[in-house]
């Protein structure tokens, strides 16, 4: 594909529109939208699930004028620019790549967001919400009527495509799936399990969860699905690459970092 000259204003305006960036509530160190500019022009995307050295460097590598993230560049508030925070910094300005990072915008979204996706990668519909944070429900949620194992072997096929294993709280014989309930990356917490039992879920489908949520869930009857945080937050920044070579032309790459968590 011949390059394509897009204005990096018009892709971060369209972003910003389409993910409801400025709508949508999210923790104080997410800074959701454009973390760092360039001249202007965008020729070449990238994707990546984290902000880390290795993406800078693949979205380099690639030819990149924009780099589109899920976990974004800034969490824990101000800190020296020194080390692997300067080297992100040093290669990024010495190419000339804007950073754009969405997180909690981008798991929500209801065709380009990790849940809705997850969920299809699944088999399953929503119906719902799911995860509520604030004034939004992050996750989504559906009925079924499928064994139980059977979710867990298409979450399993998922995870190992991304360089996961997959986890899980026990899943007796012959045990069905009603009432599901997904949340991506680290999605399993005394929040979550106590909104499942709310919401009547018997299943829930996430990144990952501290050990309790394991203790919990035996006893709240809830069987938790452990797919991975990397994996299960690679599909929203892909479909956001794709969405933007429909809308602008603009061809794009994916730039993988698998942690197996």
């Not at 990356?185 to 039992?197: I, Q």
Request: aromatic fraction near 6%; glycine fraction near 12%.
């Amino acid at each position: 594909m011949s390059p394509v000259d897009a204005s990096l204003r018009d892709v971060v305006d369209a972003l910003d529109a389409e993910l409801r960036t400025r709508d949508v509530p999210d923790y104080g160190g997410a800074v959701n939208g454009l973390q760092l500019a360039n001249a202007g022009v965008v020729r070449r995307v990238a994707t990546a699930v984290d902000f880390s050295r290795a993406a800078a460097e693949g979205a380099a590598a690639a030819g990149a004028d924009l780099l589109v993230v899920h976990h974004g560049m800034f969490w824990g508030g101000a800190q020296p620019i020194v080390g692997p925070a300067y080297e992100r910094l040093r290669t990024l300005l010495a190419r000339d790549v804007a950073v754009y990072a969405s997180h909690l915008p981008l798991d929500m979204h209801p065709t380009l967001g990790n849940n809705a996706l997850l969920a299809r990668e699944l088999g399953l519909v929503p119906d719902g919400g799911f995860a509520r944070y604030k004034t939004i429900d992050v996750g989504v949620s559906g009925e079924a009527d499928m064994e139980t194992a059977e979710i867990a072997a298409r979450a399993s096929a998922f995870a190992a495509r991304w360089g996961g294993a997959l986890r899980h709280t026990p899943i007796a014989p012959g045990r069905r799936t009603r009432r599901w309930g997904i949340c991506t990356g680290a999605g399993a917490s005394s929040d979550t399990l106590r909104e499942a039992g709310e919401r009547g879920l018997d299943t829930l489908v996430v990144g990952e969860g501290p050990h309790h949520t394991a203790v919990d869930a035996a006893e709240r009857d809830v069987t938790v699905i452990y797919a991975g945080h990397y994996a299960t937050e690679t599909l929203g920044v892909r479909a956001v690459g794709a969405w933007l070579e429909s809308r602008f032309g603009l061809p794009w790459t994916f730039v993988g970092e698998p942690t197996g968590l």
